[in-house]
């Protein structure tokens, strides 16, 4: 057998259908895609291969997906942090995204999200903000998958001015993605209180015809709710049902404000839900019932939400956070064990996107994407149990090596398509500018 790269590890996370944990087996990569996951005394015999990586006291996972996000956003990190919802969004975020958000604050912004993204493991993410083809961009050029979202609002901004000219962009970046290796695109109709009735309808058939997914806000807070009741007479689930949106294409994200019926109703249409256990506390938004959810058989992924409410783009931490929260929230102490975080982080994800037959999990035929955590330190010896302490123990500085479609996009834990000193020095720039025009509260 001949491969391009064979890897040896220590242990490697398949999460491919069970909770296996192979001790002492390899990888090998063979034009861009996992070739065979062997013992490596057997990859030692019949593998050769253009290059070898020994990889001892590392565990090796699939790369890390993240289902929600805005990724342009993290040069408003910390901008306005502790503060009530509508007050952070009214003094401080809207009024710097209407005075700064336009292509060159996006590339700056996603190029920014992808170097930390890339550090912490992540290969993958599901995002949702304006100039959607530059962020398309800026992933590709750094090597990253990238679900990008067509956006749509009712209301104007620098970017559209009406529901129709954001669909009408939003079909001219489908158009050029097409077939893209790492690029896919879904309809990201904001949220049912910034979308009205028509540009609902009018998504829902598009993406029916486009056969893409659907990324939506949905029963963020309690305040939706009541503005959904007293605006429409109904929940804001409801109203999407009642337009055909949900379904199996729907990836609704956050969830916090559910009733018994309403899960049931998620599972029986086979809707996708994202949990954001990290933005969702800082807000004080609520606690999205991922137990309850999964044991009605709804597929829940994770995201991290944007950089401004949360603030990092770190799924190690936010697998851990979602763990702990869901046995606090359940009172139970087995509730959403490690294996399952570590699924919501990967499978779950790569399912709720549609692109669960090309990543998610460590298979032979599957792209190889895949990420190296180093256990062999301080504060990860000893190993009993590596799925547990990559959730519960192990930080993203532990993430040494990252590889998409079996290209090396970290190496040591360097980068290896982006410039740090450049993406950096972008990132103060654009900061510097930013808070001379914040208002002090």
Excluded at 266 to 280: E, I, K, L, T
Aim: aromatic letters at 4%.
């Amino acid at each position: 057998m001949h491969a391009d790269l064979l890897i040896h590890a220590e242990w490697i996370l398949p999460v491919d259908g069970d909770d296996r944990v192979l001790a002492d087996h390899s990888l090998a990569i063979a034009a861009g895609r996992i070739q065979a996951i062997l013992p490596t005394a057997e990859a030692r015999r019949v593998v050769q291969a253009a290059g070898t990586l020994e990889l001892p006291r590392h565990a090796l996972i699939p790369g890390l997906i993240n289902a929600h996000t805005h990724s342009p956003m993290t040069l408003l990190r910390g901008l306005a942090d502790d503060l009530p919802l509508m007050t952070w969004l009214n003094r401080h975020i809207w009024p710097a995204e209407q005075r700064w958000v336009d292509a060159d604050f996006v590339l700056a912004g996603t190029r920014l999200a992808a170097l930390e993204m890339l550090k912490g493991g992540t290969v993958c993410f599901n995002d949702m903000y304006f100039w959607p083809e530059v962020t398309a961009r800026a992933a590709a050029e750094a090597g990253m998958r990238a679900v990008v979202g067509m956006i749509v609002v009712d209301f104007p901004t620098r970017y559209a001015d009406a529901p129709g000219a954001y669909l009408h962009k939003g079909l001219a970046l489908h158009d050029r993605y097409r077939g893209h290796a790492l690029i896919r695109t879904a309809f990201a109709p904001h949220s049912p209180y910034a979308v009205s009735d028509e540009p609902l309808a009018r998504v829902r058939t598009l993406a029916d015809e486009l056969e893409v997914p659907v990324h939506i806000h949905l029963h963020e807070t309690r305040d939706e709710i009541v503005q959904s009741l007293r605006d429409h007479g109904e929940r804001p689930i409801a109203r999407l049902d009642r337009h055909g949106l949900l379904g199996p294409s729907l990836v609704a994200v956050h969830m916090t404000q559910l009733e018994d019926a309403e899960i049931e109703a998620v599972a029986r249409a086979g809707a996708q839900v994202v949990h954001c256990p990290q933005s969702n506390l800082k807000l004080a938004s609520g606690f999205c019932p991922v137990v309850r959810l999964l044991e009605a058989g709804v597929n829940v992924a994770l995201g991290t939400d944007g950089a401004a409410s949360n603030n990092d783009l770190d799924l190690l931490a936010e697998m851990g956070t979602a763990a702990l929260l869901a046995k606090g929230v359940a009172g139970a102490a087995a509730a959403l064990p490690a294996h399952q975080a570590l699924r919501m982080a990967t499978i779950n994800g790569a399912r709720a996107l549609g692109i669960d037959a090309e990543t998610g999990s460590l298979e032979p035929g599957k792209s190889a994407d895949l990420v190296a955590v180093d256990l062999g330190t301080p504060a990860t010896e000893p190993v009993y149990h590596p799925v547990s302490q990559l959730v519960y123990a192990a930080g993203r500085e532990l993430v040494r090596h990252v590889w998409v479609a079996g290209r090396q996009l970290i190496r040591d834990g360097e980068p290896t398509t982006l410039d740090p000193r450049e993406v950096l020095a972008e990132a103060r720039a654009w900061g510097e500018r930013i808070a001379a025009s914040d208002p002090e509260d």
